[in-house]
C-alpha cells in the first residue's frame, strides 16, 4: 500500500541551527511530491512541491528538498532556522497509480530562541 | 482573494445531533476533498471529489456524508455525530490531480 512516513515526531533545535526534516515515500507510478507547514492554530499552507525536473527545490521562507529517487526520499532543509518556524510540518505525496494525496503524520518542529 | 472558506470554525454539539460543515473555494478547482486532523495521526482523507456529481471515500469515510452539487461547495455531512469524530476537520481544494492543496481555516468540531 502506498505511505508517508515521517521519521522525526518531535525535534527541538535553537535558532540558527540548520534543519533536516525526513520524508520516505512507499509507491510507484508518477510521484509528486508536497512539504506543507502548519503553524499553530492555523490551516496548512504550501510550502514547496515536487514535480519533475531539477531535484533540488526550493520553496518559501528559505526552505529546500531534495528528491532522490533511489532512496525513495524528499528530505526538508533549512540552513538557519528562526523562532518563527516553529511548527508542524507535514510532507505529503501523489501517485498517479491511486490518485490519491496521501499525508505523512508530521513533525513538530519547536525553535528554541 | 483566492481561498477555501469554512464554516463554522468552531463547534460543540451533542452526539447524534446532525450537522453539516459547510466549504466553498472560489478557484473554480475541480477537485476538492475532507481531511480530518488528529494528534499522532496526521491528516486522513474522508471524502474527495474530482468534479460535480463525482464523489468517493477516503480513507476514513465512516459516519460521514458529502455532496458535490456545484463546483464551489463540497460540504460534510455528519448524521449521526459520535464523540470519536471529535477533530479538526479542513477543507482543501485543487485544480488538478497534480496540484498541490489549497487548505481551509479548519473546523475544531467536539461531540459530547
Known amino acids: 500500500a502506498q505511505s508517508v512516513s515521517q521519521h522525526n515526531h518531535h525535534v527541538i533545535l535553537s535558532e540558527a541551527a540548520s534543519l533536516e526534516l525526513g520524508c520516505n515515500y512507499s509507491y510507484g507510478g508518477t510521484v509528486n511530491l508536497f512539504w506543507y507547514v502548519q503553524y499553530p492554530g492555523q490551516h496548512l499552507q504550501l510550502l514547496l512541491k515536487?514535480?519533475?525536473?531539477?531535484?533540488l527545490v526550493k520553496g518559501i521562507k528559505g526552505f529546500e528538498a531534495e528528491f532522490i529517487k533511489s532512496k525513495f526520499s524528499f528530505n526538508l532543509r533549512k540552513p538557519s532556522v528562526q523562532w518563527s518556524d516553529t511548527a508542524e510540518y507535514f510532507c505529503?505525496?501523489?501517485?498517479?497509480?491511486?490518485?490519491?494525496?496521501?499525508f505523512g503524520q508530521g513533525t513538530t518542529l519547536q525553535v528554541k530562541p | 482573494e483566492a481561498q477555501v472558506t469554512q464554516n463554522p470554525r468552531y463547534l460543540i454539539t451533542v452526539t447524534g445531533k446532525k450537522l453539516t460543515v459547510t466549504c466553498s473555494q472560489n478557484m473554480n478547482h475541480e477537485y476538492m476533498s475532507w481531511y480530518r486532523q488528529d494528534p499522532g495521526l496526521g491528516l486522513r482523507q474522508i471524502y474527495y471529489?474530482?468534479?460535480?456529481?463525482?464523489?468517493d471515500k477516503g480513507d476514513v469515510p465512516e459516519g460521514y456524508k458529502v455532496s458535490r452539487k456545484e463546483k464551489r461547495n463540497f460540504p460534510l455531512i455528519l448524521e449521526s455525530p459520535s464523540p470519536n469524530q471529535t477533530s479538526l476537520y479542513f477543507c482543501a481544494s485543487r485544480i488538478n490531480r497534480e496540484g498541490g492543496y489549497t487548505f481551509g481555516s479548519g473546523t475544531r468540531l467536539t461531540v459530547v
Open positions: 505529503a505525496g501523489y501517485s498517479s497509480n491511486t490518485g490519491k494525496l496521501i
Open positions: 471529489s474530482m468534479n460535480v456529481e463525482v464523489t
Open positions: 515536487y514535480f519533475s525536473g531539477d531535484p
